[in-house]
């Protein structure tokens, strides 16, 4: 049965026609209808109270709204056999939807199986969507846009391949695209690749662009910027963090597969590669990108917006631009981070270069953050050492990491033995100053180690008398000095040697008596 759809202004017009006397036939020829249909339109006016001597101020908007109401179709009857079967099988039906999550198709496959008879799906379509809700669209909510410069949305989209002048192989190019929310002014950023570095330029070419730096930012969950999506709690990149600091700006990711949290700028990928990168030849990347920026401030930015019916680029320079935060007056200084490992030598390498750390850190992993500059080393999340950046083969060793003794080893430096010799006597001042004149580095320094391990051993006095006597026969040698040191101290009645075992010698848990090791003695 087909229905004619009457709009309110003909229900209008044939009403008007019939309080001011004109008959059916009159009525129906000047509007397009059969008669019939003019007077049960009349005869559903009346029902609802429309008097012919009441004047036409009788039809209100809320009088025509409820005749046009009434007017519309109904349900023609009760239901077909197919919709009773999925009624009979309602509860399979919806476990199996909503609890096993079957497509509609393998519903309708066990259905049949299960009835014997074979439900047409446009009715199992119905019939799921009506009482369970299947796949029934969600309303859409249109947001009211932000203040000036308040909002830039961020996505990320692959463009195509472009050639660079002096190879042979194509490469992918991806755009950066950055759009205002208030004015919809679009800025394109090509790079070839998706790390933090790229976006980061990007964004700094975006600044320069827009000529200031936006309040907030919501880009697209790519890794270079977003680590961990979550609705409530992203984990964002460290660099790009840090980058956000300093330019002044908040960082709000959109949630994963949810592109009604950027609508602005859903849309512009697919647009930046039709009406900019499609069909173009570009002499490289560096020539791409020049193009693209004419192209967002030309033919993007001087477009007659399809939502705003403006131009972007006007809105822009005229209420926009005047509300963005200052442009930043120093490049960025593009950190890197890193979980590195102490070595046994109380260094870590980074960047080619080595750098020191406390001895309690040796073997443990620490986080470092490289610039141009500095290095700085976190343990745990806090700051144990900043060292100056060190070029590619050098190396950087704090003293206060090391002892004493390691940091004279380390630095081979010779001048504080001697300092250690001189507090031990003149002599042995003497003689690890002659030791000092060997040519040899490596042998000079454990000659004067040595030295100064005779001294701690049998003490200062006898290692000097015995360096005094040395020089006065011109015997440069530490193993001799050792000997004469020994032979004086044997023949001295008055030195006691140390006693190589303790007055009181503990007995082993398992220890034997000597009675047991005695064999007797055969007859």
């Known amino acids: 049965m087909a229905y004619w759809e009457v709009r309110v202004v003909e229900i209008c017009l044939i009403l008007t026609l019939w309080l001011r006397g004109g008959g059916k036939k009159s009525i129906g020829l000047r509007v397009g209808m059969d008669p019939k249909t003019v007077r049960r339109y009349v005869e559903r006016a009346t029902s609802l109270g429309l008097r ?6 009788q039809l209100s908007d809320d009088f025509l709204n409820a005749m046009a109401l009434s007017l519309q179709p109904g349900k023609s009857g009760p ?3 197919s919709w009773q079967l999925c009624d009979e099988q309602r509860d399979k039906i919806e476990h199996w939807l909503n609890t096993d999550k079957l497509k509609l198709t393998k519903v309708q496959t066990l259905l049949t199986r299960c009835t014997g008879e074979e439900v047409p799906y446009r009715t199992l379509h119905r019939f799921a969507a009506e009482e369970f809700g299947f796949r029934q669209r969600k309303t859409t909510m249109r947001v009211d846009d932000c203040a000036p410069g308040a909002e830039l949305q961020v996505d990320f989209g692959r ?3 472009i050639r660079e002048p002096d190879s042979i192989e194509k490469r992918v190019v991806w755009a950066l695209i950055f759009t205002a929310v208030f004015s919809r002014h679009s800025f394109v950023w090509l790079s070839h690749r998706q790390t933090v570095g790229d976006v980061i330029a990007g964004f700094e070419a975006a600044w320069k662009f827009f000529g200031g730096v936006f309040d907030v930012v919501i880009p697209d969950n790519l890794k270079a910027i977003v680590i961990a999506a979550d609705p409530l709690n992203p984990r964002l990149n460290e660099a790009f963090l840090e980058y956000a600091k300093s330019r002044d700006f908040t960082p709000d990711p959109c949630r994963v597969r949810s592109p009604k949290d950027k609508p602005r700028v859903e849309r512009a990928v697919p647009f930046v590669r039709e009406s900019f990168f499609k069909g173009e030849v570009f002499l490289g990347l560096a020539d791409a990108q020049q193009r693209a920026e004419t192209w967002c401030l030309t033919t993007a930015g001087l477009r007659d917006h399809g939502t705003t019916h403006q131009a972007p680029l006007v809105v822009f320079n005229t209420q926009e631009k005047p509300a963005l935060k200052a442009l930043p007056e120093q490049p960025y200084d593009l950190p890197t981070y890193d979980d590195v490992k102490v070595h046994r030598d109380q260094h870590f390498c980074i960047g080619g270069a080595l750098y020191s750390m406390p001895e309690h850190l040796v073997g443990q992993k620490v986080h470092v953050r490289v610039d141009s500059h500095m290095v700085r080393v976190y343990d745990r999340g806090a700051l144990v050492r900043t060292h100056p950046r060190q070029p590619k083969g050098g190396r950087r060793s704090d003293p206060a990491d090391f002892s004493e003794h390691k940091m004279i080893y380390a630095t081979r430096d010779v001048d504080a033995l001697l300092r250690m010799a001189a507090e031990a006597g003149p002599a042995v001042s003497t003689y ?10 490596w042998r000079q320094m454990r000659a004067i180690y040595s030295l100064l391990g005779l001294v ?6 006898p290692v000097d008398r015995a360096c005094a006597a040395a020089l006065q026969l011109d015997v440069v040698d530490v193993t001799r000095i050792g000997r004469m040191v020994k032979l004086a101290l ?6 006691v040697p140390p006693n190589p075992l303790p007055a009181n010698v503990i007995r082993g ?7 047991h090791f005695s064999v007797p003695r055969p007859h």
């Open 52 to 57: 012919r001597d009441g004047g036409v101020e």
């Open 79 to 81: 239901r077909g056999e």
């Open 159 to 161: 463009m195509g391949f």
């Open 432 to 441: 690890a100053q002659r030791l000092s004149e060997m040519p040899a580095p």
């Open 456 to 461: 701690r051993r049998y003490g200062a006095a």
């Open 490 to 495: 044997e023949n001295d009645p008055q030195h």
């Open 509 to 515: 848990r398992f220890a034997r008596p000597a009675s």
